[in-house]
């Protein structure tokens, strides 16, 4: 029975670990909401619902919507959008939470 060196084994597990994401016009970090915290805002009425993001998001850039997460940066909420675009190429739309106005495209 063969035994795998730790080293690999430990960059595996850093490579999984998902990482904050970081605007790079704004140094404020994003930090996600929960499924439910994500009703909630919008049940309050503190955001866009996320289908109007999402439409947004295929205007800016036109594709597949693969993700769409309801995230904080600092006080204000965004609305980041994971898109498959025509041309095989990922794009990350970032969208003011309660007008759904483009803040980047990536």
Known sequence: MSMMPVEPIFALALLAAPLPIIRVDDPTPISCLSAEEMRDAVADGR??????????AR?????????????????????VVTTLKRDGRVARVTLEGQSGKVATIR
């Open 47 to 56: 955001v866009i619902q996320p289908a109007q993001a999402s439409r947004h």
């Open 59 to 79: 205007n800016a850039a036109p594709g597949e919507v693969l993700r769409i997460r309801l995230c904080r940066q600092g006080e204000e909420y965004v609305y």
